[in-house]
């Protein structure tokens, strides 16, 4: 396939060079030249018949795509002790052979994205904070009982920081979190995340998540599903963690931020500005990632994601940020004022109100003839009026006039109609005995008084 091949290589054994070459020789009829990773490569110089085969550390291959970035040259990977993120992010053979023969097998050569992190390229991941957890390589490793403890290590010593997320000058929010992890792509060669979503290496969208728990309750949920279950997915994501589906993403706050850049060395900045770059470098991919590259370049863009309605605001983020993590979710404005539409709505009379209240009336009126007690609770549970119950309960408690008025009025209503259909059935019931389940509700006590306050 390729009548020239340039060699990037950084090493200095000419054993191992020579092994490379006999390898390339023995099958390719190929011209081979060495080079340095210092030389900048352009357009006009090479040919659809040339590739660049990198034989190289990660830094030196992150190196080699920054400069060549939007170029059309063909670049492939061998492997080496010293790029495991390189191999892992783009599936290549630990066998030289068989990295060799995909370097030159065409089916295997696809334009993929990059994730650029303040000016930095990263083959795929960015951790800025603590994601507990998130990182399976961290603990994949560990016993059981050394899972265990690294469980109630994480369940201690939780701190939350205050970010700002901009996906665009216009869609902007603050929140507290402990910490986020920024993937561009997942696929079953870099599974060292808990994502089990495979993340498209062709979508232009980095794919970020966000740990903010609002609850111990919910983080213990949440780290439940990291150490034990080890696979969480965006179908069922954990209430503590926001996901961010987009080409861009700033990450911003008024302290300086610590983050990784492919699990290396910790980078500090106050302002963190992450970009795809989408379809901008020809790689050949590992054999195992075939199938995945054909199904991934048929698919269709997809649209921004951001889910962030779970994510602490305000006044729980100041909780938060002061080192206080509350059992359960302290009720913010925000929930108040859902709660208070949720009991305007369930105040008023609609025809789904009257039909369920109707129903239950029968219901119960045929579990008393038939001196079934299931028959009578199976009437209870239909029946709608807890929730007009409710609601003037919060309208008496908030002087709510017509909160009081609407679910009072829905209330009398339910019960005149069950008073008139119950009264109607029973006149058309040719049975005339009083049951036992009748003659328990002739006579109340002050039993039947408690059950009722409970």
């Known amino acids: 396939m390729y009548s020239k091949v340039y060699f990037i290589t950084q090493e200095e054994d000419e054993k191992v060079i020579s092994d490379i070459f006999d390898n390339i020789k023995e099958k390719y009829s190929s011209e081979i030249s060495t080079f340095s990773t210092e030389k900048i490569f352009d357009d006009t110089s090479n040919t659809k018949e040339s ?112 970010y700002t997320l901009s996906t665009s000058p216009e869609q902007s929010i603050q929140t507290a979190a402990s910490g986020i992890t920024i993937l561009e792509h997942s696929t079953i060669m870099n599974k060292e995340s808990a994502i089990k979503d495979d993340l498209s290496i062709h979508d232009g969208k980095l794919n970020a998540y966000i740990l903010a728990p609002t609850s111990l309750l919910s983080y213990i949920w949440y780290l439940i599903s990291i150490f034990f279950y080890q696979r969480i997915s965006l179908i069922e994501l954990p209430k503590s963690l926001g996901f961010i589906k987009s080409s861009k993403l700033t990450v911003s706050s008024k302290e300086t931020l610590d983050f990784k850049i492919d699990h290396k060395d910790i980078h500090q900045s106050s302002t963190i500005e992450l970009e795809v770059l989408k379809d901008c470098i020809n790689v050949h991919l590992g054999r195992v990632l075939l199938e995945h590259v054909k199904n991934d370049e048929s698919s269709t863009e997809e649209k921004d994601v951001i889910n962030l309605h779970t994510l602490p605001k305000a006044e729980l983020s100041s909780i938060l940020i002061g080192g206080k993590l509350p059992l359960f979710k302290k009720a913010t404005d925000d929930d108040f004022k859902d709660l208070l539409l949720n009991l305007r709505d369930s105040a008023k009379f609609s025809y789904t109100y009257l039909t369920l209240m109707i129903l239950s009336t029968l219901l119960a009126t045929t579990g008393l003839f038939a001196n079934s007690a299931p028959v009578i609770i199976g009437a209870m549970i239909l029946a709608p009026l ?9 309208g008496v408690v908030r002087a709510d006039k017509f909160l009081m008025i609407q679910s009072a009025r829905s209330l009398i209503i339910g019960i005149f109609m069950a008073l008139l259909f119950s009264s109607i059935y029973t006149l058309f019931m040719p049975l005339e005995q009083i049951t036992a389940e009748m003659q328990g509700r002739l006579n109340p006590n002050l039993l039947d008084l408690m059950v009722a306050v409970f």
């Open 386 to 394: 807890m929730a007009p119950i409710i609601s003037l309960s919060m």
């Open 51 to 162: 590739l660049f085969l990198l034989y190289l550390d990660d830094d030196g291959i992150k190196k080699f795509f920054q400069n060549h970035i939007s170029t059309n040259i063909n670049i492939a990977i061998l492997p080496n002790e010293n790029c495991p993120n390189a191999m892992r992010n783009y599936g290549i053979s630990k066998d030289i052979k068989e990295s060799i023969e995909d370097a030159f097998n065409s089916e295997l050569l696809s334009r993929v994205d990059l994730l650029e992190c303040n000016g930095f390229i990263a083959f795929n991941r960015i951790v800025i904070g603590d994601m507990h957890g998130m990182n399976r390589l961290d603990y994949n490793q560990n016993s059981r009982l050394d899972k265990i403890k690294i469980f109630f290590t994480n369940l201690k010593n939780i701190t939350f920081n205050s």
